[in-house]
């Protein structure tokens, strides 16, 4: 299976130092406040957003969510369903990357 990504103006090889500074530049936190957990694994990076402790109480914590993937070799992001890091890295490592020219249109 190909797995469609996105190009990003990331250094490559990808380190987890690059990794963090493409998240923040191009995978915005979609909940303010939450952070971001940034797991290696062999081809990439898997990116996804971590639910404070103690969330307030007027501000519903999500289920489930986004999963990315930045790619070490080319820093492309591709976006996963919400799978465990164990489960996304065997499928990646699995399958094909296809980069696009550009990001889809956000509208």
Do not use: C
Not at 10 to 30: G, K, M, N, S, Y
Not at 73 to 93: L, N, R
């Amino acid at each position: 299976m190909d797995i469609h990504a996105y190009p990003t103006d990331a250094q490559t090889p990808v380190d987890r130092a690059e990794a963090i500074r493409v998240a923040a530049q191009h995978l915005p936190a979609e909940s303010p406040g939450h952070d971001r957990e940034i797991v290696e694994f062999d081809s990439g990076f898997t990116v996804f957003e971590v639910a404070p402790l103690h969330a307030p109480a007027d501000r519903p914590v999500p289920i489930g969510g986004s999963v990315y993937v930045i790619d070490k070799a080319t820093g492309a992001v591709s976006f996963w369903p919400t799978y465990p890091s164990g489960v996304v890295a065997e499928k990646y490592d699995a399958d094909r990357v296809v980069v696009a020219e550009n990001w889809p249109d956000q509208q």
